[in-house]
Each structure stands twice: as structure tokens, then as C-alpha cells.
């Protein structure tokens, strides 16, 4: 009696994660980002408007090396409401702690210039404007997206995700990143 004791403790388990290893549909609504996946990911060129008075554009690719980056697509004019998001990512941001240096918050828009007072909280809370010139894959909605270090865009949130889900994503995200360098 022992003996099955004993078999059953030690080879079953074993055998489950066997069986689960090759019937992962099984295991199918064990959902890990909270955000949509965008399958497959789309390519955005972006386009950063940094010096306003004087149009210059520059490419996103930071002096630092390339991040991850947190934008809010506002396809309108960016008004209380998209102040208050872009705050809102902000703090995502701070919420990172050490790790914040790996990701840059913006506003991807469609305008090739913003007011004085939008610029005026850009240089407040650290924040870039960036144009993408391939605009076919975002929608007409206003969302947060989340892009790889390679200008891919890889997660999107509709405008009303909760930031704990954002950050959660956002997270696992730059540790993965993280782990395999």
C-alpha cells in the first residue's frame, strides 16, 4: 500500500505536466496580458517633434538607447481629458521605480503642432510628441499602447483600462526585456 503511496506522489505529477505540456488548449483562458495583444505586431514609424518653435523632427531612437514606450493615441485634439490620461501614464511610469528609466511616456497624435500649454506639461512631466507616419493601423479611437524598443507596437488598452492592468503588462514587459540581455 505503501509502495502506490509512494508512485502516486512522486510519478504523477510528472505525468500531469506531462500531459499538459502537450495539451496546452486545456489549459486555454489562463490569460496573461490584460491588455489586446496585437497579432502581429504592427511596425509604427514614429516620428518625435521635440524643438516646437522651430519644427525640427527628430527620430525616436533616444541618445540613452532604445526604450519602451508607453503613448497615448489621441487621434483628436488632446484636451482635459487627454491631460488627465497623460498624467495618468505618468504616474504608471513613476510606478516603476528604478525600472522607469526603461520607458518613455508620449502622446502619439496626428498634428504637427500642439499649444503652449500642451508643451508646458510635456516639459513638466517628462513626456515626448510623436507622429507616426503610418497611421492605417490605429484606430479612430483614442488608446494606449504599449511599443517595444523596436517601434513595434505590441499592446494596446482602451482608453478607460484600469492602470493597474496597464502597469501590469507594462512590467512584465521591461523585465522580459531585462532578463534577456
Known sequence: MVIYALVIIFILPGLLAHYFFHHPDFLKNNKTNKGELVIPPVKLSLIEK??????????????????WKLLLWEPSVCD???????????????????????VDVGLLGKADKISEKLQSVFKSLDLHYLISSNREHLTNATRILLVDPNDYMVIAFKKDASSKDIFHDLKKLVNTKEQAM
Open 80 to 102: 482635459t481629458d487627454c491631460y488627465n490620461q497623460l498624467d495618468r501614464l505618468s504616474r504608471i511610469r513613476l510606478a516603476l521605480g528604478r525600472k522607469l528609466y526603461h
Open 50 to 67: 521635440t524643438n516646437f518653435s522651430q519644427g525640427k523632427d527628430h527620430s525616436i531612437s533616444f541618445a540613452e538607447g532604445k526604450k
